[in-house]
């Protein structure tokens, strides 16, 4: 399984430098300096999402948790 992953890996990285390889320059976008007030908000931005994320999963799991207590009942009781 580790030559696999090894064999994996060495391909994704030819694969890679190929594609660098063959775009241009032209297509990147300039790079633009951030201010401090947008370095701020884009991190404020991607800890919400990180929060949304979590919520979500949290949301999963406590569906799970009370189908299993549930099903846990229903095997107590027989």
């Given at each position: 399984?580790?030559?696999?992953?090894?064999s994996?890996?060495?391909?994704?990285?030819?694969?890679?430098?190929?594609?660098?390889?063959?775009?241009t320059?032209?297509?990147r976008?300039?790079?633009?300096?951030?201010?401090?007030?947008?370095?701020?908000?884009?991190?404020?931005?991607?800890?919400?999402?990180?929060?949304?994320?979590?919520?979500?999963?949290?949301?999963?799991?406590?569906r799970?948790?009370?189908?299993?207590?549930?099903?846990?009942?229903?095997?107590?009781?027989?």
């Amino acid at each position: 399984m580790t030559a696999q992953k090894q064999s994996d890996q060495g391909s994704s990285r030819s694969s890679t430098a190929t594609t660098a390889a063959t775009t241009t320059q032209a297509a990147r976008k300039p790079w633009k300096k951030k201010t401090p007030v947008e370095i701020m908000l884009d991190q404020i931005e991607k800890i919400r999402e990180g929060v949304a994320q979590k919520e979500e999963e949290l949301k999963q799991a406590k569906r799970q948790l009370q189908k299993l207590e549930e099903a846990r009942k229903v095997l107590e009781s027989t």
